[in-house]
């Protein structure tokens, strides 16, 4: 179920042109800007796209003008680990890594506890929060050591929307989904779903 969910999400996602892609996510970005979670965040984790996920550059680029402490997932690969790392400059601070995903080229580690706001990417959501990723669990392992009041933000085109995704009994769920016709306040969803 949940692999054939996946294939049809990346599927969809494929599909999509460079200019459908580039002008989505700066939809996506601009209703990002406009959330009291974004603006009131101090340090963040934003993800670095790729394959065709909604583009952060613009979120990368606007964090740090803001004076945010801004990181981005370090993928630990023999260890299936994720890290925060810190940058100041974008792209400048960043090289191919693991799975040849930007990374930062030195690693100033960030205490997950200190996040106040982390931007994840998936393959599909569903309206409550639940997350299916690629596969590798490194979100869900990483998720937990976030803060309880951490906001959890995933971006998504509409076609990434599911009806229903199961969560395993470890799976966190998203606080917010930010498409390009809306957001969604997955803890909303949750309680009244």
Not at 50 to 78: D, M, W
Not at 100 to 110: D, F, H, M
Not at 179 to 188: A, F, K, L, Y
Request: hydrophobic residues 40%; proline residues 7%.
């Amino acid at each position: 179920m949940k692999e054939n969910l996946r294939q049809r999400a990346l599927h969809g996602r494929n599909r999509l042109t460079p200019e459908e892609i580039a002008s989505k996510s700066r939809l996506i970005a601009q209703r990002l800007f406009a959330m009291p979670a974004y603006v009131s965040a101090s340090t963040v984790m934003i993800y670095v796209d790729f394959r065709r996920e909604v583009e952060t550059g613009e979120i990368l680029a606007h964090s740090l003008n803001r004076g945010k402490q801004v990181t981005v997932p370090v993928c630990e690969g023999g260890a299936r680990r994720l890290t925060a790392g810190r940058i100041e400059r974008y792209p400048e601070d960043l090289q191919p890594g693991t799975w040849g995903i930007l990374e930062p080229a030195t690693v100033v580690p960030v205490e997950p506890a200190s996040l106040d706001l982390v931007i994840v990417p998936g393959v599909a959501f569903d309206r409550q929060g639940n997350r299916l990723g690629y596969g590798a669990g490194y979100y869900d392992r990483f998720l937990p050591s976030l803060r309880p009041e951490a906001q959890k933000i995933a971006l998504a085109f509409d076609l990434q929307i599911a009806h229903q995704i199961c969560p395993d009994d470890h799976d966190i769920p998203m606080d917010w989904i930010i498409t390009e016709s809306g957001v969604i306040d997955c803890r909303e969803e949750r309680a009244h779903g």
